[in-house]
């Protein structure tokens, strides 16, 4: 069993920058992939960025590539999405997800733990 918990959610103005964090219990965080996925109200869950299991690998949505980095310290079995030039269009609840196939993927349905998701605001 994988339990993750998010935090840094919050209110910003456009143009600001939060960082979120992904907690994850248990001794084998380094053999998952790691994704972050936002819901926004009334829309679909979707992918917003993903890690491998050694940090070297990444991939971003279109809609947040180069505005967005996602990070992990297997030391500290935490995954972070920095997130910069926010936009209104950014405003949903972020979930952060585990993948313990440890395969790098954007698909949703091939990640086995979610976390409870942490709200994220923009302004405008």
């Known amino acids: 069993q994988v339990q993750l918990v998010e935090s840094g959610g919050g209110l910003v103005q456009a143009g600001g920058s939060l960082r979120l964090s992904c907690a994850a219990s248990?001794?084998?965080?380094?053999?998952?992939?790691m994704g972050w996925f936002r819901q926004a109200p009334g829309k679909a869950r979707e992918f917003v960025a993903a890690v491998s299991r050694s940090g070297r690998n990444t991939h971003y949505a279109d809609s947040v590539k180069g505005r967005f980095t996602i990070s992990r310290d297997n030391a500290k079995n935490t995954v972070y999405l920095q997130m910069n030039s926010l936009k209104p269009e950014d405003t949903a609840v972020y979930y952060c997800?585990?993948?313990?196939?440890?395969?790098?993927?954007?698909?949703?349905?091939?990640?086995?733990?979610w976390g409870q998701g942490t709200q994220v605001t923009v302004s405008s």
């Open positions: 997800a585990a993948d313990t196939r440890g395969v790098l993927t954007t698909d949703l349905y091939n990640y086995d733990y």
């Open positions: 248990g001794r084998t965080f380094s053999s998952y992939a």
